[in-house]
């Protein structure tokens, strides 16, 4: 089955570590991106990559981190500078065109106490 | 500021009527639209898109309506069914670069 895969499904940090979500698709999707959701705020673009080795940041890169080594994996670490980093995380891929949809993995949520 | 907003946090339905989500945007470059249904503690799934060149998609039970004019786009669900209870978030893209998502709107179908 082709899909996205986000592990693991719950994560819980202590505040001031480093914490890094795993995001894979089999989908030979050129682009990849991470966005976070929080209650009441719908998802927002942490960072995306449209190539192997090339990324940029979306609106709320800060205290974040990602790679793009390999096409159908796209790392998120989130770092001890990142203020509020309790959330929903979203991993999603899409297709070339202009016209293709994002298609997401089922989330990471994060717990940082 | 927000590009894509849906202004209305939540909507109920009776069994068989229609539902309709409504979003505004505000970026005119914006040339592609989608709608996504999530459920808690889950990704979004893709339900429909349109491109900026029509005004109009339909797909089964649902239909989204663009109207470039107003910047508003709305996705009809006609008939409501029970399974169709979920947060629907409408998104907006231009030139296939970044995704702006709209904050959700909650449809609750009562049977």
């Known amino acids: 089955d082709g899909g996205i895969t986000q592990s693991p499904k719950y994560l819980f940090r202590k505040e001031g570590q480093n914490v890094t979500l795993s995001c894979e698709q089999n989908?030979?999707?050129?682009?990849m991106y991470w966005y976070r959701q929080d209650p009441g705020q719908g998802l927002r673009l942490i960072y995306y990559?449209?190539?192997?080795?090339?990324?940029q940041k979306g609106d709320i890169a800060e205290g974040y981190s990602v790679s793009r080594e390999k096409k159908e994996s796209f790392p998120l670490t989130v770092t001890s500078a990142q203020k509020n980093p309790t959330a929903f995380y979203l991993c999603?891929?899409?297709?070339?065109?202009?016209?293709?949809?994002?298609?997401f993995g089922n989330g990471t949520r994060l717990t940082v106490t | 500021d927000q590009q894509v907003k849906q202004n209305s946090p939540s909507l109920s339905v009776q069994e068989g009527r229609i539902s309709i989500l409504n979003c505004d945007y505000t970026?005119?470059?914006?040339?592609?639209f989608l709608w996504y249904k999530k459920y808690p503690a889950e990704g979004p799934t893709f339900l429909i898109s349109?491109?900026?060149?029509?005004d109009k998609n339909e797909d089964g039970r649902f239909t989204v309506f663009l109207n470039k004019s107003a910047k508003h786009l709305s996705l009809h669900i006609v008939p409501s069914q029970p399974g169709d209870s979920a947060v629907y978030f409408c998104?907006?893209?231009?030139?296939?670069?970044?995704?702006?998502f709209g904050t959700g709107t909650s449809l609750t179908v009562i049977p």
């Open positions: 999603a891929s899409r297709d070339r065109g202009m016209n293709s949809p994002l298609h």
């Open positions: 989908l030979n999707h050129d682009a």
């Open positions: 990559s449209q190539i192997v080795n090339d990324f």
């Open positions: 970026n005119s470059m914006f040339d592609y």
């Open positions: 349109i491109s900026s060149i029509k």
């Open positions: 998104a907006a893209s231009a030139f296939g670069n970044q995704f702006y």
